[in-house]
Structures are given as C-alpha cells and as structure tokens.
C-alpha cells in the first residue's frame, strides 16, 4: 500500500544550523506531496506542498523538491530559529482528498 | 487559513461509557470532514471520511458500529467512541476540507484516556 517514511526524531539543532528531514514514499500512482507542521498545542499546518516531479514546494523559508526517482521529498531549511520547534509531518496524496502521513519528525531549536 | 476546533480538548471516561467529540468549522463551510486516530509516536491514521449529509466512509479495520460519525451540517461533524475500552485511548484528530478550500484544515486534536 502507499506509505511514507520520515527520519526518527527528535532532531536537536542549534538557531541558525541547516535543516534537514528525511521523507521518502511509495504510491501506486503519482501521489502529490505535502509538508504539514504542528506546533505545540496546535492543530496541524500545511506548510508546502508540490504535485509533480521536480516541483519546489516552498514557505516560511523552508522547501522540498518532489524528486520522482529517489520518490523523496525531503525538507530543508537553510537556518532554523527556536520558533521553528515543532513536529514536521510529511504526507501524500493520490486523489486529493486522502492523505497518508508519515510518523512526524520532532524538531528542537535551541537558542 | 480556515479555523477548526475540537471539544472537548480532552476527556477522561470510564470503561463502558461513550464519549462524544466535536468537530466544527468556524469560517467555512465544511463539505467533507475526516476523522484521524493517532498513537504515540505514530503517524495519523486515517478512521473516516465524512460527507455532508451522508454516511461515513470508513477505512478498512475500523468498526463503524464502535466509532459512529455524524455530519449532519456544513459546520459540524462528531465522534462516538462507544463502550470505550482502555485500548481506544488515544489522540483523536479532525480535518475539513470545502468547496471553496483547496486543502485540508486540521483541528487541534482532543486526547481520549478510558481507565
């Protein structure tokens, strides 16, 4: 069945350090991808998403590209701040509608 | 973006009993709703799609006749755990989605503890 895998958390980083979370997937068809981001206390956020191969999906500083041939769509941030902190989800979606997600990446900044 | 809220934020019951949770729209009209199940650690799992005014889709090994969905207005979806057991605690999360919203809105979850 159609999955997604993200890297296991909690991932530590200093303000200012490089992000990157790890998503990878499997779909019988050409799902869209998407990043959503929970904040504590708060519901679920999308944060980008792409539809196609070689799609940049970007916001807020952050971005994935939807890479066909390694089926990944890994998130990246070029300097994260403490407000960054937060549990990053990676989705797919076949038909628009239906999202499977992956277990979530918890993030921590420090300052 | 579009508001969803969940009531209660959390709820502790007793074996036997039903618990009831909320799901509403507050800006937008909410066709479709879904129903996600998450355990520690975990992804979300996806428990049911609603459409408004018509009966739940459940996804496969999920009893509908324990975790009964209504979607009976365009604001407005519930859950019943009925006879909820301790292996139904959980955190339960909603989403909607509308005619004029082009992406899922989630709301904040609400945690279910049955002893």
């Known amino acids: 069945g159609d999955s997604v895998t993200q890297m296991e958390g909690p991932v530590t980083l200093s303000e200012e350090a490089f992000l990157t979370i790890n998503c990878t997937y499997t779909a019988t068809g050409y799902p869209s991808l998407f990043w959503y981001v929970q904040y504590p206390g708060e519901g679920l956020q999308l944060l980008l998403k792409a539809t196609k191969a070689d799609d940049k999906g970007s916001n807020k500083g952050f971005e994935a590209t939807y890479r066909k041939e390694t089926t990944s769509f890994h998130l990246e941030k070029g300097s994260v701040q403490v407000s960054d902190s937060a549990v990053y989800f990676c989705?797919?979606?076949?038909?628009?509608?239906?999202?499977?997600f992956g277990a979530g990446t918890i993030l921590r900044v420090k300052s | 973006g579009a508001v969803v809220s969940q009531h209660p934020s959390w709820v502790i019951c007793k074996s036997g009993t039903s618990v009831k949770i909320e799901c509403r729209s507050l800006?937008?009209?909410?066709?479709?709703m879904f129903w996600y199940r998450q355990f520690p650690k975990q992804s979300l799992m996806l428990m049911a799609t609603s459409n408004e005014g018509s009966k739940a889709t459940y996804e496969q090994g999920v009893e509908k006749d324990k975790f009964l969905i209504n979607h009976a207005s365009l604001t407005l979806s519930t859950l019943t755990v009925t006879s909820a057991h301790p292996e139904d605690s959980s955190f339960y999360i909603c989403?909607?989605?509308?005619?004029?919203?082009?992406?899922?809105?989630f709301g904040p979850g609400t945690r279910l503890t049955v002893l």
């Open positions: 800006d937008f009209q909410a066709t479709t």
């Open positions: 989403s909607a989605s509308g005619r004029r919203v082009n992406e899922q809105f």
């Open positions: 989705a797919l979606s076949l038909d628009g509608n239906k999202l499977v």
